[in-house]
C-alpha cells in the first residue's frame, strides 16, 4: 500500500547534549530583558532526531547547558508532541536542577487545552509536585515565576471542573501577557488559552479572532514560529473563519517536514474547505512521518489521527478502494494502542464512515461495536456512541426496526454517560443529535413520515448550535445532510435543496450533500442549478473512483443536457 507507506522507525534513547542550532538566534540573553516589539526574532529549534521544528524566542534564567533542551521542548509543546516534549523538559532540569522553567515546561505537557480530554489525578498530582519545584528553584525572574503561576492557576484545587481550569489558564495567561506585553511565548499561550474558553454558542467567534490578532502580531516577529502557526489553525478553524488561516496552513509544514501533527494540522483547513487533494497529501505525509508506534511502542494516536481524515476525504471524492485501503491499514495495526480519544475515534469512525458515506445501509447495520477490544472504550462513551448510530441507521434503512431500537437504546445510555464526563467539549450533545437524527430514520421508514421529519429537523436545529471538535474531520453523517435527505425522499425538493446548502456552508464540498442539491433540483426541474451541482460534484471527483451509482447518474444527466 504505497500511500500509507510506513516509515521505518528507530527507536533510539534521547541524546541530552545541546543540539546545533541553525538561523539567526538570540542565544540565552537575559531573562527580563527588553525586547523591542518590532524587532524579528527567533532561534531555529531542532528535534532530537535533527528535524527541523520552527523557531521560539525563549530568553531564561537558566543555565546555558539546559537551554537547548528548553527550546526543544517549548517547540514541541506548541506542536503539541506532548508526549516528547516532557522529555526535553525534564532532560533540562537534569542538566541545571535549579533551572524554574524545566519543571514548568515538564507540567505543562500534561495540559492539553484543545483536546478532547482532562488531566488525569495521576498527572494533577505530578504536575502540583513539578510547580512546587519550579516555585523553589533559584534559577528564575519575575518573569518566569509569571509562567509558573498562570500554570498554577490551572493545576489549583482538586475539586475544580475542567472548565474552570481553563478558565483559570485563561486568567493566568492574559496576566502575563499583560504585565510583558514584549514576550512573544507569553502572547502566545494567551492566544492559546482563549481558544480553550471559547463557547459553540458563540456564532461571533470574538475569542478565535482575538487569538488570531494576537497570533498575527507574533508571526510579524517571529515568521517561523511553530506555536502561532499551529494555533492560528485551531482560531480559523470553522466555517466563516477557515479561510483566513488558508496562507498559514499551506505554509506549517515549511517549518517542521517530518513533524507529524505538523504535517496533519494543515488539513483542518483544507478540510473546513472542502479542498480534499491537499487534505489527502498532507494527511498522507502525516500518517507515514508518525509510522505506526511512538516511542514507547504503542500505536501512534497521530497515525490514527491521520487516517480517519485522510478516508474521509477519499470519500468526498468517491476513492472507495484507497479509503478501503485506509481501513485495511487500520485493521493490521496491533496493541498495544496509544490511549486518547483520537484513536478511539479513528477506530470508531472510520468503519462507520465507510458505510454511511456511501449510504451502504447493510454494512451499517452489521458496524462491530467496541472495535478493536484492546481500546478503552468505557473512557470514551461518545466514541463508542459513533459505532451504534451507523447500526441504527443502517437497522431503520433496511427495515430492522427492532434492531435498530436497540442501538438507539444503547445510544440514549452513552448520551448520559458522555453528559457525566468532565471535558470542556459538550459531546452528550453529539450524541443526542445522532440519538435524534436516528430515531427521525426509524419513523419514517416506519410510516410516521411528519413525525420522522419533525425528529430530523430538530436534530438539524441542534446541531446548528454546535461546533465539531478537532479530533474529527466532520460528523460521522451531517444531521442536516440527512435531514435533506429525508426531504428529498418525501418530494419536498425545494426545502431539500436548503437542507444540502445549509451542510455546505458548514462542510464544503462534501459528495452526499452536492449529489442531494442536484438531485432535488432535477426533480423540481431546475436543470440549471441540477447541472451546476451535478456538475460541481464531477469536477471533485475527476480522480479515480468507485462504482457509485450517484455518480454514474450525475454524469448521464450533464452528458444527456449538453447534448441536448
Known amino acids: 500500500m504505497e500511500r500509507l507507506r510506513k516509515l521505518d522507525v528507530v527507536v533510539k534513547p534521547y541524546v541530552w547534549s545541546l543540539s546545533l542550532l541553525l538561523g539567526a538566534g538570540l542565544g540565552c540573553a537575559p531573562a527580563d530583558e527588553a525586547t523591542p516589539r518590532h524587532e524579528t526574532l527567533g532561534t531555529a529549534v531542532i528535534s532530537a532526531e535533527g528535524d527541523s521544528l520552527g523557531s521560539v524566542h525563549f530568553p531564561t534564567s537558566c543555565d546555558s547547558e539546559a537551554q537547548a533542551e528548553l527550546e526543544r521542548g517549548l517547540a514541541l509543546l506548541h506542536h503539541m508532541n506532548y508526549a516528547k516534549a516532557e522529555p526535553e523538559f525534564l532532560a533540562a532540569a537534569e542538566s541545571d536542577p535549579d533551572c524554574a522553567l524545566a519543571y514548568w515546561g515538564a507540567a505543562m505537557t500534561y495540559v492539553h487545552p484543545l483536546w478532547p480530554d482532562t488531566i488525569s489525578p495521576e498527572k494533577r498530582s505530578a504536575g502540583e509536585e513539578l510547580l512546587a519545584r519550579a516555585s523553589d528553584a533559584t534559577h528564575s525572574s519575575p518573569r518566569e515565576a509569571a509562567y509558573v503561576d498562570a500554570l498554577v492557576r490551572y493545576y489549583m484545587g482538586a475539586g475544580r471542573s475542567e472548565r474552570d481550569r481553563l478558565a483559570g489558564l485563561l486568567e493566568g495567561w492574559t496576566a502575563v501577557h499583560t504585565d510583558h506585553p514584549d514576550d512573544v511565548e507569553a502572547a502566545v499561550f494567551h492566544a492559546l488559552a482563549l481558544l480553550a474558553n471559547t463557547a459553540a454558542e458563540d456564532k461571533s467567534y470574538q475569542k478565535q479572532n482575538e487569538a488570531g490578532a494576537i497570533l498575527e502580531e507574533v508571526l510579524a516577529r517571529i515568521p517561523g514560529h511553530p506555536g502561532a502557526h499551529h494555533y492560528t489553525i485551531h482560531a480559523y478553524d470553522f466555517p466563516p473563519l477557515a479561510e483566513k488561516a488558508l496562507d498559514i496552513a499551506r505554509r506549517y509544514d515549511d517549518l517542521a517536514p517530518e513533524n507529524t501533527h505538523a504535517l496533519h494540522m494543515t488539513s483542518h483547513i483544507f478540510t473546513r474547505l472542502g479542498l480534499w487533494p491537499e487534505s489527502i497529501e498532507f494527511n498522507t505525509r502525516a500518517a507515514a512521518a508518525a509510522s505506526d508506534r511512538n516511542a514507547a511502542g504503542h500505536v501512534s494516536l497521530h497515525h490514527l489521527h491521520a487516517l480517519d481524515y ?76 459513533i459505532s451504534q448510530f451507523a447500526r441504527a441507521l443502517g437497522a431503520a434503512r433496511t427495515g430492522n426496526a427492532d434492531e435498530a431500537r436497540a442501538a438507539i437504546a444503547e445510544m440514549a445510555r452513552l448520551e448520559e454517560a458522555s453528559r457525566a464526563l468532565d471535558i470542556a467539549y459538550d459531546w452528550g450533545i453529539q450524541v443526542e443529535i445522532q440519538r435524534i437524527a436516528a430515531e427521525a430514520w426509524l419513523a419514517y421508514e416506519s410510516g410516521d413520515s411528519e413525525g420522522a421529519l419533525e425528529l430530523a429537523r430538530q436534530a438539524a436545529e441542534l446541531e446548528s448550535t454546535t461546533e465539531k471538535n478537532p479530533v474529527t474531520p466532520g460528523e460521522a453523517l451531517p444531521a442536516r445532510e440527512l435531514y435533506g435527505d429525508m426531504l428529498l425522499a418525501a418530494g419536498r425538493h425545494e426545502e431539500a435543496i436548503q437542507a444540502y446548502e445549509a451542510t455546505l456552508d458548514r462542510s464544503p464540498n462534501r459528495f452526499n450533500s452536492l449529489y442531494g442539491a442536484g438531485r432535488a433540483a432535477e426533480l423540481a426541474g431546475d436543470a440549471e442549478a441540477a447541472g451546476t451541482y451535478y456538475g460541481k460534484l464531477l469536477e471533485i471527483c475527476s480522480g479515480p473512483t468507485g462504482e457509485r451509482p450517484e455518480l454514474e447518474h450525475a454524469r448521464q444527466y450533464v452528458e444527456s443536457v449538453a447534448a441536448s
Open 310 to 385: 485522510l478516508a474521509y476525504a477519499y470519500l468526498q471524492q468517491a476513492n472507495d478502494q484507497a479509503a478501503e485501503e485506509v481501513l485495511a491499514a487500520t485493521a493490521t495495526l496491533e496493541p498495544p494502542f496509544q490511549n486518547h480519544s483520537a484513536t478511539a475515534y479513528a477506530f470508531a469512525a472510520i468503519p462507520a464512515r465507510l458505510a454511511l458515506e456511501r449510504h451502504d445501509w447493510e454494512a451499517a447495520s452489521g458496524v462491530r461495536p467496541r472495535w478493536p477490544a484492546e481500546v478503552e472504550w468505557d473512557s470514551y462513551p461518545y466514541l463508542d456512541a
